[in-house]
């Protein structure tokens, strides 16, 4: 059989543990065969970050932006003990803070749907995407306890003394801020991606009471979106809309799905903890970030799976589920073939995903599906992580 050609390379970023086996796996059986990959290989394990002094990080982001599309493994942000453990020379920083920070990013995270693991919520049958603005507001936010009460006042750069709070007593104060050109980053990659994905954007804040600070975000979203995205939006038949948070949610619950939903920092938080939870597994969800100026890296949205992997290095059998990490891979395919007018390249792509879900449609899942899955006439058997890859590459 004739490999599918490729004309740009894929900037592959690989990992650790777990995901780090079944990434190589993932290659070798299910695109090698069939793709003649071009991919440029940056090496983000844990080791090679400190034999780099993670400068492999900062090429990877580079190379992101140079040529457009990347797909990333999961990767080991070091804590205290991963610096025992690997014989760190430092504590390096999460490797997915760096490359949002370099390509001025936003994350997008969308759930699989499987026929037979059924969201919470009945009545969403396509997936909701969660677009959360990573920065400023209360994590950046600056917080003292007023024992006494007193005045409390912002000094601004004009010289004024803006008053917060004459306190009657003890109580607690905060600060917080953000940047338009943050917010317009943000702005310009959810417009982005609900056009590279014909989705509609939803973006919702608290601007009838925060009439200044969310009413800027939303000022913001509506000044881009008529100036550089209405036509592009019409012709693609899709929608922007802003709506206040109360509204959203109450939307959210009502819809079926099938947009995505840009939030801020807080509420980005919280709700994408509370879709991934309604959608059924955080291993049946993937991210991509984008960058403002239409650059991708698509990847799983749970980490490395360290309880696996240690089983794994003991010879034992484990049942770690590939999907997200095989439809970051897919994600990334795909893009490289739009982008490139490849449209076998972007066939392949489908069909994998295709394969895929119906291998778990008829019944074939890793362990922790079994439980969360229920079709009329499909008993669901759980196999272990290489009998599952097989089963899906048996169907390409
Ligand atoms: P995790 O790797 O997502 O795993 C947490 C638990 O969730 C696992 O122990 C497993 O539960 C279950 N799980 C997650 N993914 C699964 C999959 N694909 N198949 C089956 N079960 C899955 O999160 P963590 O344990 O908090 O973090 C482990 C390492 O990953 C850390 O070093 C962290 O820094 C890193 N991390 C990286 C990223 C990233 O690169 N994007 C994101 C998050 C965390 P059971 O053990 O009960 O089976
Ligand atoms: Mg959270």
């Not at 417009?191 to 009471?209: E, G, M, R, V």
């Not at 484990?318 to 007018?341: M, P, Q």
Request: proline letters at 4%.
């Amino acid at each position: 059989m004739q490999k599918i050609k490729m004309l740009t390379p894929i900037v592959e970023l690989d990992g650790d543990e777990m995901t780090r086996i079944l990434w190589q796996k993932i290659k070798d059986i299910l695109i090698l065969p069939y793709v003649d990959l071009k991919s440029e290989y940056y090496d983000l394990g844990l080791p090679e970050r400190d034999k780099t002094r993670d400068q492999v990080t900062v090429d990877a982001a580079n190379a992101i932006k140079k040529y457009g599309v990347g797909v990333k493994c999961a990767t080991i942000t070091p804590n205290a003990q991963r610096v025992k453990e690997y014989n760190l020379t430092e504590m390096w920083k999460s490797p997915n803070g760096t490359v949002r920070s370099i390509l001025d990013g936003t994350v997008f995270r969308a759930p699989i749907l499987v026929n037979g693991i059924n969201p919470l919520v009945g009545n969403w049958n396509k997936p909701i995407t969660i677009a959360r603005h990573a920065y400023g507001d209360v994590y950046a936010g600056v917080e003292a306890y007023v024992p006494e009460g007193g005045k409390v006042y912002i000094s601004l750069p004009n010289g004024e003394q803006k008053l917060i709070k004459d306190l009657p007593s003890a109580g607690i104060i905060q600060a917080m801020h953000n940047t338009d050109k943050s917010i317009k980053s943000f702005a310009r990659s959810c417009f982005n991606y609900a056009l590279s994905t014909k989705q509609d954007l939803w973006f919702s804040s608290k601007d009838t009471i925060s009439k200044t600070y969310d009413h800027r975000f939303k000022d913001i979203f509506q000044e881009i979106y008529d100036s550089e995205y209405k036509q592009a939006f019409t012709d693609a038949g899709i929608e922007y809309f802003y709506t206040l948070i109360d509204d959203a949610v109450a939307r959210v619950m009502r819809s079926n799905g099938g947009y995505i939903w840009a939030c801020k920092n807080y509420d980005g938080d919280v709700m994408s903890d509370m879709l991934a939870t309604a959608f059924g597994s955080l291993a049946m969800m993937t991210s991509v970030l984008v960058s403002p100026d239409g650059n991708y890296e698509f990847e799983a949205a749970h980490g490395t799976v360290t309880r696996h992997y240690y089983k794994h290095l003991k010879g034992e059998e484990t049942s770690t589920n590939s999907v997200a990490t095989i439809f970051a891979w897919t994600g990334a395919l795909a893009k490289r073939g739009e982008l490139d007018n490849l449209p076998e390249l972007v066939a392949f792509a489908k069909r994998l995903e295709k394969a895929t879900i119906d291998t778990i449609e008829s019944g074939t899942m890793t362990k922790d599906l079994v439980g969360l899955f229920n079709l009329d006439g499909v008993t669901p058997k759980g196999v272990n992580s290489f009998e599952f890859l097989n089963a899906i590459a048996s169907r390409l």
